[in-house]
């Protein structure tokens, strides 16, 4: 047997290669427009926010460099002035 590493699919019920299931867990993550979003972007806030805990309110048209994808189709992780932590739901930014 080869050295490759094999896990369980609990879709299918079948033992698959590990490089087939990362490929497989590829998540798409798109903004408000329909753009597929990518690490490393840069987006823009197109709605008003509150964020909780920092006692802010990112205006429309901020933008945001360096994001970052969480694995969750709807959330990206990213860095602004001041707030550690902030995760913005992809529906309220476009791609820049």
Not at 2 to 29: F, K, P
Not at 76 to 84: H, L
């Amino acid at each position: 047997m080869a050295d490759d590493e094999y896990v369980y699919d609990e879709d299918t019920g079948e033992w698959i290669s590990a490089a087939e299931a990362a490929a497989r867990s590829v998540v798409e993550v798109r903004d408000a427009a329909g753009n597929l979003l990518a690490d490393g972007d840069s987006v823009t806030l197109i709605k008003d926010l509150k964020v909780k805990g920092a006692g802010q309110t990112l205006k429309v048209g901020t933008v945001i460099k360096s994001i970052r994808l969480t694995g969750d189709p709807q959330e990206i992780d990213c860095r602004f002035d001041g707030i550690k932590g902030l995760v913005l739901r992809a529906e309220f930014v476009r791609k820049r």
